[in-house]
């Protein structure tokens, strides 16, 4: 059974700029509340690190990869200090 996605659809928008930063021309059309970067890219953690700074202007981690994808959305609109 998949999980749902409410919390991917409460950042719709986000969870879009996200993905067309990470991904050439594939793009998913279910994503799941569970699902990680690695569910929807096979690039190497250090490539989807580096597309992801381009593109949000975050550093972000190899620990940060492994939440799912609107847990990522939301650390990479409130970045640590």
């Excluded at 490539?47 to 959305?73: M, N, Q, Y």
């Amino acid at each position: 059974m998949l999980s749902g996605d409410l919390e991917i659809q409460l950042r719709a928008a986000d969870v879009e700029h996200l993905l067309r930063g990470l991904l050439d021309d594939e793009f998913p059309v279910f994503v799941s509340d569970d699902a990680s970067v690695f569910d929807v890219s096979s690039l190497p953690a250090e490539e989807i690190v580096d597309r992801l700074a381009r593109a949000f202007g975050v550093a972000v981690s190899s620990d940060d990869l492994r939440l799912p994808i609107w847990k990522l959305v939301d650390r990479l609109r409130s970045p640590r200090q």
